[in-house]
């Protein structure tokens, strides 16, 4: 290899643009992923619900039937959505996981609920997982909102006077 070869200066742009465009395809491909488990998660939620509520004599609950709800609302809709527009900022790491912690919490309070209304008791604990689910999904809103912006030029010097 000669010098003149190492520095060539079309390499690093045509570097960049792949590696933008197989980013903007990888990243289409995680969102539909994470897309199609928020859809099986759903599906597995509603015949759960259905089989539970066959074998319970009768009694209905309206936690057990729209257990699905927070899974299909706000994991399927919001990653088909980003899908979609590829153009919006995806979300930050801390915030994707207090997202799904915040749909966990939703969807497993509501199967408790459920089951607990079908067995005919009730527990005041029930309302703690609507309050952590609640608590977790603002908790995203906010370090999704606030997350420090990374700098687009790192030779960007800022003067503090």
Known sequence: MTLSTLQNKDLPEENTAFSETALAENSLQKDLRISGNYLLLTVFCIIFGA????????????????????????????????????????????????????????????????????????????????????????TALLLQLFHAKPCMNPHTIVNDE
Not at 70 to 81: K, Q, R, T, Y
Not at 118 to 124: F, V
Request: net charge positive; glycine share 8%; hydrophobic share 55%.
């Open 51 to 138: 089989v539970y509520e066959h074998f319970s004599f009768g009694v209905h609950s309206f936690y057990m039937r729209y257990a699905f709800l927070p899974l299909l609302l706000l994991g399927v809709v919001p990653c088909h959505f980003l899908a979609l527009h590829p153009t919006l900022p995806a979300p930050v790491l801390n915030a994707r996981r207090a997202w799904r912690a915040g749909i966990a919490a939703l969807c497993i309070g509501s199967l408790y609920t459920g089951a607990l209304e079908i067995y005919g008791t009730a527990s005041r604990f029930s309302c703690v997982y609507l309050i952590a689910g609640i608590f977790w999904l603002v």
